[in-house]
């Protein structure tokens, strides 16, 4: 995509009855040992991120970009694939996360904050404080073949933003990240998982093709994906439940539909 394209080509949303695709949601990674050191439930060890990217592959299944999976699957190429996604855009990711998916052959979306780089996680009263990438570090990851989303400029909750701060957090946070990287976003994601009718219809009409949510309800669709939240307690065992409960939830909103 042209560095002045003003938009990014829409996602093509799968047919009414499709289930919506499994997507992971990871956070940091990072070695901790006292569970008081991660408040919020948001950190993995190298380790553990490794165990369930190795139980993925046994299972058949291959970690890429929100961006890839969709257009796989209005393609009818989706079977196999699984996206994973890294919200806030950590110093750790490109440390820690990115050789393990490179090693595995993984892609992923790294959702970052164009208005918090270089900084910290300051919306996260409890801490620890995590530093976020640089300009330098997003550029990096996107170079690797990773895809970049917005997260917005300063993790807000958009629900409670007024229209005009909600309108710069997704579109100026859109084009910074295309000064930042050369390429308009395609993804969004939602600060806290916090979205309704008002917002996600201001996403859509920002441009972005798609927007993950975490469980977004009767809102669900290209631009409110649900995902499954990882965590550090995920071996092969709870990773099948959770892939279990996502079929199960998508089969109950196929049925209501």
Not at 207 to 221: E, F, Q
Request: aromatic share 6%.
């Amino acid at each position: 995509m042209s560095a002045d394209t003003d938009t990014a080509p829409a996602v093509l949303e799968p047919p009414r009855r499709t289930a919506s695709p499994w997507v992971l949601m990871y956070h940091s990674v990072a070695e901790f040992t006292d569970p008081a050191d991660d408040p919020y439930g948001i950190t993995v060890t190298p380790r553990a991120l490794e165990a369930q990217l190795r139980w993925l592959r046994s299972r058949g299944l291959r970690g890429v970009s929100v961006g890839e999976l969709l257009r796989a699957r209005a393609a009818g190429r989706g079977a196999g694939l699984v996206g994973l996604t890294f919200d806030d855009g950590y110093t750790d990711f490109l440390e820690a996360a990115l050789p393990l998916l490179r090693r595995y052959d993984f892609t992923s979306t790294l959702f970052v904050l164009p208005g918090r780089l270089g900084v910290d996680n300051v919306w996260d009263p409890l801490g620890p404080r995590k530093s976020l990438l640089t300009a330098e570090g997003i550029r990096e990851v996107a170079a690797a073949g990773h895809e970049i989303g917005s997260h917005g400029l300063l993790h807000q909750d958009l629900t409670a933003a007024a229209d005009d701060v909600l309108q710069q957090e997704l579109r100026g946070s859109r084009d910074l990240l295309r000064e930042l990287t050369g390429t308009l976003p395609e993804g969004f994601c939602y600060p806290y998982g916090h979205l309704d009718a008002r917002v996600v219809d201001a996403t859509r009409a920002a441009g972005y093709g798609y927007a993950c949510a975490i469980d977004p309800g009767r809102l669900a669709g290209p631009h409110a994906l649900a995902r499954t939240h990882v965590s550090q307690a995920d071996g092969g065992a709870r990773l099948r439940v959770k892939q279990l409960r996502h079929r199960v939830r998508e089969l109950r909103r196929a049925v209501r539909r």
